[in-house]
Nanobody, 117 residues
Framework: QVQLVESGGGLVQPGGSLRLSCAASGIIFSSYNMAWYRQAAGNQRELVASISSYGIPNYANSVKGRFTISRDTAKNTVYLQMNSLKPEDTAVYYC???????????WGQGTQVTVSS
């Protein structure tokens, strides 16, 4: 059974930092591209950052220079370090796993990030 479990969300003031974690189980982690998406109220889900199975990162323009995605194969975990947070970063953040051989996708349940003073 595949599970992606996010953690690390919460309430933070503008300019603050959070680190999200996504622990994967039931998959061969090294065979998956991993990504973080977010969905703000009333908006479509959007890609925030991705990291290939080889560790190559990619970022949405809106978070470049502020967010860092990384993965730890030994822990089957992908991280999203978020710095200099802005109110517009407020959203539910979802972890995504994309199987490199056939494109099958799995989603986590999401974790709420709220940036507010």
């Amino acid at each position: 059974q595949v599970q992606l479990v996010e953690s690390g969300g919460g309430l933070v003031q503008p300019g603050g930092s959070l680190r999200l974690s996504c622990a994967a189980s039931g998959i061969i982690f090294s065979s998956y591209n991993m990504a973080w998406y977010r969905q703000a109220a009333g908006n479509q889900r959007e890609l925030v950052a991705s990291i290939s199975s080889y560790g190559i990162p990619n970022y949405a323009n809106s978070v470049k220079g502020r967010f860092t995605i990384s993965r730890d194969t030994a822990k089957n975990t992908v991280y999203l370090q978020m710095n200099s947070l802005k109110p517009e970063d407020t959203a539910v953040y979802y972890c995504n796993a994309d199987y490199i051989f056939n494109g099958r996708i799995y989603w986590g349940q999401g974790t709420q990030v709220t940036v507010s003073s």
